[in-house]
């Protein structure tokens, strides 16, 4: 990608995270929710500072998906069925316009769902950072979101802008709940805890709470994500082809 493709995806990009901030529903939904669902519900049942270091992991996790879910699945869902999406894919620029620049406008807002989870367990939890292993962990939230970013991208070409909120509302508070970002994995229901192991949320989670408590971390934890990785790309590239092939050939 050439100086000038990139500035434009740049450019594309901002128009986006503009577009976004004068949507109080997005903002609050993305942004702003994880925060007070954190203050709520997960601050009071913090038993001590590793009990509150993890949650505040969790509901990092949980922001980061409802970021990288809403905006990529339900935001592609509904440019597709536009006369502006078509027209933003002819014209000419760099392959991947649309959704490259959409990635960077959801990493801002998952910047600032992480942010805002981060001063809820200090102003409200009295959490002590200094222990964090800041590059570890924030290494682990920006990678660990990928397979969650093509599955949001995934969904977002192959659901109808009218299915794509009651589909994407499913998937999110499925992953959320199943995967032991709202409460620990072991009060999870007898079922839900044998099927939780292997959802990507829970994946997810396990790295990120084996760094705020400086466990060691399971190798098959990281691979079972790149592996959901791998997955999820390759079905996106193969939904984008399909369209490429029908809408613009």
């Given at each position: 990608?050439?100086?000038?493709?990139?500035?434009?995806?740049?450019?594309?990009?901002?128009?986006?995270?503009?577009?976004?901030?004068?949507?109080?529903?997005?903002?609050?939904?993305?942004?702003?929710?994880?925060?007070?669902?954190?203050?709520?519900?997960?601050?009071?049942?913090?038993?001590?500072?590793?009990?509150?270091?993890?949650?505040?992991?969790?509901?990092?996790?949980?922001?980061?998906?409802?970021?990288?879910?809403?905006?990529?699945?339900?935001?592609?869902?509904?440019?597709?069925?536009?006369?502006?999406?078509?027209?933003?894919?002819?014209?000419?620029?760099?392959?991947?316009?649309?959704?490259?620049?959409?990635?960077?406008?959801?990493?801002?807002?998952?910047?600032?769902?992480?942010?805002?989870?981060?001063?809820?367990?200090?102003?409200?939890?009295?959490?002590?950072?200094?222990?964090?292993?800041?590059?570890?962990?924030?290494?682990?939230?920006?990678?660990?979101?990928?397979?969650?970013?093509?599955?949001?991208l995934l969904?977002?070409?192959?659901?109808?802008?009218?299915?794509?909120?009651?589909?994407?509302?499913?998937?999110?508070?499925?992953?959320?709940?199943?995967?032991?970002?709202?409460?620990?994995?072991?009060?999870?229901?007898?079922?839900?805890?044998?099927?939780?192991?292997?959802?990507?949320?829970?994946?997810?989670g396990e790295?990120?709470?084996?760094?705020?408590?400086?466990?060691?971390?399971?190798?098959?934890?990281?691979?079972?994500?790149?592996?959901?990785?791998v997955g999820?790309?390759?079905?996106?590239?193969?939904?984008?082809?399909?369209?490429?092939?029908?809408?613009?050939?």
């Open positions: 990608m050439s100086a000038k493709d990139f500035m434009l995806v740049l450019r594309h990009a901002a128009y986006l995270t503009i577009e976004n901030l004068r949507q109080p529903m997005y903002v609050i939904s993305t942004v702003i929710f994880p925060s007070l669902f954190f203050w709520f519900f997960g601050i009071p049942n913090a038993p001590d500072q590793d009990g509150l270091a993890m949650l505040t992991m969790s509901f990092s996790a949980f922001g980061v998906l409802s970021v990288v879910l809403f905006q990529f699945g339900i935001g592609i869902a509904t440019d597709r069925e536009s006369t502006w999406y078509s027209y933003i894919r002819v014209l000419p620029g760099p392959k991947g316009l649309h959704i490259s620049s959409r990635v960077l406008s959801g990493f801002v807002f998952a910047i600032l769902s992480v942010v805002g989870v981060f001063a809820t367990a200090h102003f409200f939890g009295s959490l002590e950072f200094k222990s964090f292993n800041w590059s570890q962990t924030l290494l682990i939230l920006a990678l660990g979101s990928i397979p969650f970013s093509c599955f949001g969904l977002g070409m192959v659901v109808s802008g009218r299915s794509a909120t009651p589909v994407l509302n499913l998937v999110y508070l499925t992953l959320s709940f199943a995967g032991g970002l709202w409460m620990p994995p072991d009060i999870l229901p007898k079922l839900v805890q044998k099927i939780s192991i292997y959802l990507p949320s829970r994946l997810y790295l990120l709470w084996a760094s705020v408590l400086k466990r060691p971390m399971d190798s098959a934890h990281a691979y079972g994500l790149i592996a959901y990785s999820f790309f390759v079905l996106l590239c193969v939904a984008l082809a399909r369209e490429e092939d029908k809408s613009f050939r």
